[in-house]
């Protein structure tokens, strides 16, 4: 008969067990964090500061810079912890919370890139109606209701699996908290978990890509056949393409491990992708945005001068 004593904490296995690599690792992922929290908190910073990026666009792109900073720091920090420790436990509670804000910030920041092209798709198509679709007002109201359906989407996630009967291991194949590694120690049926995962996780992650996607085949459409001007064309193009690379990043790791079946997947090849969607794009987002986005640079400049 198996063990059904309430489970009070988890085991998290982490990214290697190979001991040797466990402090390379770890100089390798503070470094990563350290820029991450960094030039995401300048982006933010200039953004608050400077008058002169007091639009949508940047409005969104702060958004997305405190998404980033919250999103890694939910697995980051314990994973730092276990690579100098033995005691890699983490209580019920806190594996819970870590599941709820890692999919509130993800699911989130799946929908604001989805705003974030609507955003560009009215500006370049839509240019004399630009301040009036997006005015300050609806940008407010659509940023406060990206977050709280990210916040209910992810209740749902942890409240369920909060209800899941744990037995026998309680060792998790993975280096957070996250809904698939803890269905696989349930001893219950888990039938409508993984429904949920997979059609609400599903439409939240595909919904917002399709919408995404649909935004910049109207944008490429309207620039080739509306846009005479060769310079028009290269600077709406590459505000485009900045962003159209932070969504690839983004959304091609959440659809391996969300969306695909899940037989074609090994553990590994899962921690791999998890890494690559939590920890490496939220560092790499505000450096993609940064280096192709003169206005940011110029703005940097102008509050170093303040400063000064």
Sequence with gaps: ?????????????????????????????????IVNVAVNGVILMVVISDSRLHSPMYFFLGNLSCLD???????????????LSTHKTISFLGCISQLHFFHFLGSTEAMLLAVMAFDRFVA?????????????????????????????????HSVMTSRINFCG??????????????????????????????????????GPFSLTLLSYFYIIIYLFFKTYSCSMLHKALSTCASHFMVVVLFYAPVVFIYIRPASGSSVDQERIIAIMYSVVTPALNPLIYTLRNKEVEEALRRVIRRRL
């Design 1 to 33: 008969m198996l063990n059904q004593t309430p489970v009070s904490e988890f085991l998290l296995l982490g990214v290697t067990d190979i001991q040797v690599l466990k402090p390379v690792l770890f100089v390798i992922f503070l470094a990563i964090y």
């Design 69 to 83: 900073i919250c999103y890694s720091t939910v697995t980051l920090p314990k994973m730092l912890e276990n690579f």
């Design 124 to 156: 370049i198509c839509k240019p004399l109606h630009y301040t009036v679709i997006m005015n300050h007002q609806v940008c407010t109201q659509v940023a406060i209701t990206v977050w709280i359906i990210g916040f209910f989407h992810a209740l749902l």
């Design 169 to 206: 291991s309680n060792r998790i194949h993975h280096f957070f908290c996250d809904v698939k590694p803890l269905l696989e120690l349930a001893c219950g049926n888990t039938d409508l978990n993984e429904w949920l995962l997979h059609s609400v996780t599903g439409t939240i992650a595909m």
